[in-house]
């Protein structure tokens, strides 16, 4: 019963990879998001989709593209990865961003460590 | 850019104590959040205050908010081992639609 789930929870790679995580929520909400958290925690957002449509992308490289197939699911691809993608990548989502009352309820984070 | 600045960055008290964590913030605001983040784990909400509230209780946590001063504090009230956790203030802001987090403060509760 696990609301907002992320898959995988831990991934290593090479510079020069493409890989994918993915996330899915059973809430019912329309509005889901991606965040990367430093290793500082300093936790910035990324994206957002509300219905399947992108509605946030913040100043984020083109390596980096959201999919949502539904809007219970959004994925994010990385392509030639860097060192410096090296973070905790945190999905969350929201019942809905036309409201002004916005409580996120937040994944378990995907911790990607690029050597 | 970053909107909410945290203090203190660390904070270490004994169980029992009160906990008083600040955050400030840049632009107006419609509402602000407060968040928790155990080790290893996700965001966990806690609570919410809106840009016309002054003060919100919620079970042992007191949030105030002072929009004049652009500022927020979280008052945890007879901490426990178990508030040991990361703690974040997020602004929302309506013509952004997003959340934006501060640095947070690492709360450790010691026995």
């Known amino acids: 019963d696990t609301a907002v789930s992320q898959t995988p929870k831990y991934l290593v790679t090479q510079m020069g990879n493409d890989k994918s995580i993915k996330c899915e929520q059973n809430?019912?909400?329309?509005?889901m998001y991606w965040y990367k958290q430093d290793s500082k925690k300093f936790l910035k957002i990324m994206f957002s989709y509300n219905n399947k449509e992108l509605i946030i992308n913040e100043t984020v490289p083109n390596r980096f593209s959201p999919k949502s197939p539904d809007k219970a699911h959004l994925n994010l691809h990385i392509n030639s990865l860097e060192l410096g993608d090296s973070a905790v990548y945190f999905c969350a989502s929201s019942q809905s961003v036309r409201t002004s009352q916005e409580t996120q309820y937040f994944g378990p984070g995907t911790r990607l460590l690029v050597l | 850019s970053q909107q909410g600045e945290e203090d203190p960055q660390a904070l270490s008290i004994q169980e029992g104590e009160n906990a008083t964590m600040n955050c400030s913030y840049k632009?107006?605001?419609?509402?602000l959040q407060w968040y928790r983040q155990n080790s290893g784990r996700g965001l966990v909400h806690l609570i919410l205050?809106?840009?016309?509230?002054r003060e919100k209780h919620s079970g042992r946590l007191r949030v105030t908010l002072d929009t004049s001063k652009k500022s927020s504090s979280l008052l945890i009230t007879a901490s426990r081992a178990a508030d040991t956790a990361s703690y974040f203030c997020a602004t929302f802001t309506g013509g952004g639609n997003k959340l934006t987090f501060g640095t947070g403060t690492q709360l450790k509760v010691e026995l």
């Open positions: 205050i809106r840009s016309n509230e």
């Open positions: 632009t107006s605001i419609n509402n």
């Open positions: 809430l019912g909400h329309d509005t």
